[in-house]
């Protein structure tokens, strides 16, 4: 069974830092392209972050660039989000997706439609 998992969320001040993973099972991450997205409650879900396959190419939304780093560690099977200067706006539910084709172009169009794999999610909330 195909699953992602995603931890490392949780409650943080204005400031802090936190570190997401993205831990793959049933399948070999390191043939996927993975994104990160976020959503709020009531909000539309948003493109985060995405790494390919080897880890050479990455693209970070311009609301969290500067701040957020994508990184893998594909003998591990696992995708890392750095956050770091977390404010009250990064407030979400972050999930990983798994996409076969590198579309960064399209995530943040299409929110994360058409990926073949996601997590459930990790919460992340940041206090002011």
């Known amino acids: 069974q195909v699953q992602l998992a995603e931890s490392g969320g949780g409650l943080v001040q204005t400031g802090g830092s936190l570190r997401l993973s993205c831990a793959a099972s049933?399948?070999?991450?390191?043939?996927?392209?993975v994104a990160w997205f976020r959503q709020s409650p009531g909000q539309e879900r948003d493109f985060v972050a995405t790494i390919s396959r080897n880890g050479g190419m990455t693209m970070i939304a311009d609301s969290v660039k500067g701040r957020f780093t994508i990184t893998r560690d594909n003998p591990m099977n696992t995708v890392f989000l750095q956050m770091h200067n977390l404010n009250p706006a990064d407030t979400a539910t972050y999930y990983c997706?798994?996409?076969?084709?590198?579309?960064?172009?399209?995530?943040?169009?299409?929110?994360?439609?058409?990926?073949?794999?996601w997590g459930k999610g990790t919460l992340v909330t940041v206090s002011s």
């Open positions: 997706a798994a996409d076969r084709l590198y579309r960064p172009s399209l995530y943040a169009k299409r929110r994360g439609d058409g990926m073949d794999y």
């Open positions: 049933g399948l070999t991450l390191s043939t996927f392209h």
